[in-house]
């Protein structure tokens, strides 16, 4: 069973149209919920760490927010470069001191002017 | 200040061959992660090394194997490669929680 799961798959937006991603876990005791925006062929680059419920975080057009269930990744009036494929990872933490991130398949993101 | 670094950038195999790949962590970070990322999909975890130990294994064979030096700079090594191996092999380092990522290794197994 998954235990990130993100949707959509997908995401074509016009430049300036503001929409949200969402991330579902299912993890108990979780540690940290992270964003990561991936380009192609390159690595995941570090987005935002959120660790308990009703914590937000904001980086220019980025939001996030953390429920006990998901998180969303707002993006407000989109630009064409931020087009990427947005990854959302979550850390279990109860009875555990290590550090595995557990993965969702990521929301690939077009922005077209 | 240099971030992770991996080595090499693209790799081609053929199938039963063995394959290194390395990293070096971000400036003092401690702790180095691997993960393979195929097509499409999110990265997976291999395992994770602290103070030159393996401490956390995800669910790959033992054909998957690395190292931690001194350094705390890392190696991954995969035996008897399988086309199902090609991929993106990430390598991740951290001091906290946080894990930063380098830009990892496209490994084509023919």
């Known amino acids: 069973e998954d235990q990130v799961t993100q949707s959509p798959e997908a995401l074509r937006l016009q430049e300036g149209e503001s929409s949200s991603l969402n991330c579902s876990y299912t993890?108990?005791?979780?540690?940290?919920l992270f964003w990561y925006r991936q380009d192609p062929g390159k690595g995941p680059e570090f987005l935002f760490t959120?660790?308990?419920a009703g914590e937000e975080k904001e980086k220019e057009r980025l939001k996030a927010t953390l429920t006990k269930k998901e998180s969303f990744l707002h993006i407000t009036a989109p630009k064409p470069e931020d087009s990427a494929t947005y990854l959302c990872?979550?850390?279990?933490?109860?009875?555990?001191?290590?550090?595995?991130?557990?993965f969702g398949r990521g929301t690939q993101l077009t922005v077209w002017p | 200040d240099a971030g992770v670094t991996q080595s090499p950038t693209h790799l081609i195999k053929t199938r039963g061959q063995q394959v290194t790949l390395r990293c070096s962590p971000k400036s003092g970070h401690d702790t180095v992660s691997w993960y393979q990322q195929a097509l499409g999909q999110g990265p997976q975890f291999i395992f994770q090394?602290?103070?030159?130990?393996?401490?956390q294994r995800g669910n790959f064979p033992d054909r998957f194997s690395g190292h931690q030096f001194p350094n705390y700079s890392s190696e991954l090594n995969v035996n008897a490669l399988l086309l199902g191996d090609s991929a993106l092999y990430l390598c991740a380092s951290s001091s906290g929680w946080e894990q930063f990522f380098g830009p990892g290794t496209r490994l084509t197994v023919l």
């Open positions: 993890v108990s005791g979780l540690r940290g």
């Open positions: 090394y602290y103070e030159e130990e393996e401490r």
């Open positions: 990872a979550v850390q279990e933490g109860e009875g555990s001191t290590l550090g595995r991130l557990y």
């Open positions: 959120l660790y308990s």
